[in-house]
């Protein structure tokens, strides 16, 4: 604690993101990375971007972005908001549509940055405990008091809720914001876009860092009625007017629309999902059925913390949580890459049997 901090700073428990390491030969299975390069038309497209305009500050309005996602997601541009990440847009968002006196809901296990901005910006939450099979509770994520916030698949379990599950939670908190972040929706799951029109009280979060390969420029947006999307504009404009930068811009406009490549990558890692499910059952573990570009296990023949540790002694990262303490998470890297993986898994099952 330092004297020189604000009484938010003291109460502020960071978000701990996934480990980062250097070093370049590591196999890194911890954040959800994808495992293959950005569309080389967004790579030519950011190199190109790299010019005398970078003096001048970028659109505050984004709009040309906003076109291509607009039309990629039949919806209007006005009913788009773009954001440096999803973090940043679901940071926004809690700001725009949570109150302090009234408490919203989320799954007991769920993303861990949500509790991190409901402490920040002083909004009560209540957390509602998964069913049994780890699926989020429909019922009990009804009747909230001041909004709803969940991804759809849920992280770190990677199950997702159907659309009339998802359409029940919002017919049952008619008068609050329900915020559904689909982050990963696109390794397999159903989106809740078209339930946009229906709903003006229903904000969709959604990423390039996952299913376009784009983490390292952080480009997220959001999706719902005009509006939401203006609240979120009043945030953004009284925080930074100029979130996305020129360079982000270019590349994240040219990976939208190079679908092609984007169906092959997304195949690949789905085919390449099932592939490692398949080899864990073999090693006995427990696997839950995912519907995202990683995977939720429980190994059986050795504790989830002991078979992390002795993968990163191999420079193999994988995701350890200390609340979840019988489970992993391992996103799914290349081909190459996870049978590197199941090969070091078996070497250390059996040199402990
Ligand atoms: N939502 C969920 C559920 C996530 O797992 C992540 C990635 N850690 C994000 C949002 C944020 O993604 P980004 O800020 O890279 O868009």
Redo the contacts with the bound molecule.
Sequence with gaps: MSKFWSSTVRKTKPYVPGEQPNETNVIKLNT?ENPYPPSPKALEAMQFAVNDDLRKYPSPTVDSLRKVIAKREDIEPENVFVGN???EV?AFAFQAFFEPNEAIKFPEIT?SFYPVYAKLYDIPYQTVPLKDDFSIDVEGMCESIGGVIF?NPN?PTGIALNLNEVESIIKRNPNQVIII?E?YVDFGADTAVPLTKKYPNVLITR?L?KSHAL?GIRL?YAIGSSELIEGLERIKNSFNSYTINRITLAGAEAAMKDDIYYDQTLNQIIETREWTKQELEHLEFEVIPSQTNFLFVKPTKITAKELYETLKQQEIYIRFFENLEDYLRISIGSEDDMKTFVNEVTNIINSIK
Excluded: E, F, M, V
């Design positions: 959800n990440g999803s973090d679901l993303y991804p992280a972040d982050a990423t860092s983490a997220g």
